[in-house]
C-alpha cells in the first residue's frame, strides 16, 4: 500500500477511498457492485472489518471503517483489493453480455504496463486514500458525503434509495451490509 495514506491509529475510524485505474467506470453493472458488497461482508465477518458507513460508485468506493482489536485495517485494505480485482477481472472475463469486455481488459493490462506489476491486470489503484476521523464533525462531514455521493452524481433523488450505500441503515432502513452506525 502507498505510504502516503497509513493507517497511524490502529483503533482509529477512517474513511477510505479505493479508486479503480484510470477512473474507468466499471460498477454501472450490478454483478460488479455485488462483488465488492460480498467481499465487504466477508472481511466483516471473517477478517476483523468494522463497517460503520460506505457506497459504490461507477469507478470508486467510499467506506469509513476501522479494524477489530487484533486486526490491521492495512492488511484487510490490501486482501480486499487483491481479492476483488481478480474477481472482478474473472467476471468480466466470463461475462458473455460484457460488450466492453476488451476495452476493459486492455485499460487494466495497460495500467500493469505502467506499474511494472507481475500481475497480468491491474484493477485498483495503487494504495488506497485513508483519512482518520478524529471528532463527530469530521465522522458527520464524511458520513454526509457517502450518502450524498449518489444524489450528486444523479443517480437517485434521496440518499435512502441508493441501493450500494449505507444510507437506508441511517434512514431506518436495512441494507445490503451489516454495519454499525456513527
Not at 468494522?50 to 492488511?75: C, S
Amino acid at each position: 500500500m502507498s505510504t502516503r495514506y497509513r493507517c497511524r491509529n490502529p483503533e482509529g475510524l477512517y474513511f477510505v477511498t479505493m479508486t479503480v485505474q484510470h477512473w474507468i467506470d466499471i460498477f454501472t453493472r450490478c454483478e460488479y457492485k455485488n462483488c465488492l458488497v460480498e467481499n465487504l461482508d466477508f472481511c466483516h465477518k471473517n477478517k476483523g472489518l468494522e463497517v460503520f458507513a460506505w457506497v459504490i460508485m461507477t469507478n470508486h468506493l467510499h467506506l469509513i471503517v476501522r479494524a477489530k482489536e487484533g486486526f490491521v485495517l492495512q492488511d484487510i485494505l490490501r486482501d480486499f483489493k487483491k481479492h476483488t480485482s481478480k474477481s472482478i477481472i474473472k467476471l468480466i472475463v466470463e461475462n458473455p453480455q460484457e460488450s466492453r469486455k476488451e476495452w476493459l481488459l486492455r485499460g487494466f493490462r495497460k495500467s500493469t504496463e505502467q506499474t511494472n506489476e507481475k500481475e497480468k491486470y491491474s484493477f485498483w489503484q495503487v494504495g488506497s486514500h485513508q483519512i482518520e476521523l478524529w471528532s463527530n464533525d469530521v465522522i458527520d462531514e464524511k458520513l454526509n458525503y457517502i450518502h450524498n455521493n449518489p444524489v450528486k452524481a444523479g443517480f437517485v433523488f434521496r440518499e435512502d434509495d441508493y441501493l450500494y450505500s449505507s444510507a437506508v441503515d441511517y434512514a431506518g432502513g436495512k441494507g445490503l451490509l451489516d454495519i454499525i452506525k456513527v
